[in-house]
């Protein structure tokens, strides 16, 4: 879930209680990361997002399953995707 932080007053209350001083702060599960790491963001959570070849459509998919069979939520399309 995404807070703004200019205008949550609550999630600058929680950032202030983590003392997180920067922004983007990121919380995944734990573990609170303070600027854009996208390696290390996609180490820590649990799934990646796919696109439908037909329509586009994101799609989250969970990662270390293999080969999965994705049906696109929009337009029906079935693919096979893979997360690593």
């Known amino acids: 879930m995404e807070k703004d932080v200019t205008t949550d007053p609550e999630a600058r209350a929680e950032m202030m209680r983590r003392k997180v001083t920067g ?4 919380l995944i599960g734990d573990e609170i990361l303070v600027g854009l790491d996208q ?3 996609l180490s820590l959570v649990d ?4 696109s439908c070849s037909q329509c586009g459509t994101k799609v989250r998919i969970p990662v270390n399953k293999g080969k999965l069979r994705i ?3 929009k337009c029906g399309t079935i693919f096979e995707a893979e997360a690593k």
């Open 23 to 26: 922004v983007p702060a990121f």
């Open 47 to 50: 799934h990646r997002v796919v």
């Open 71 to 73: 049906t696109c939520r």
């Open 39 to 41: 390696e290390k963001i």
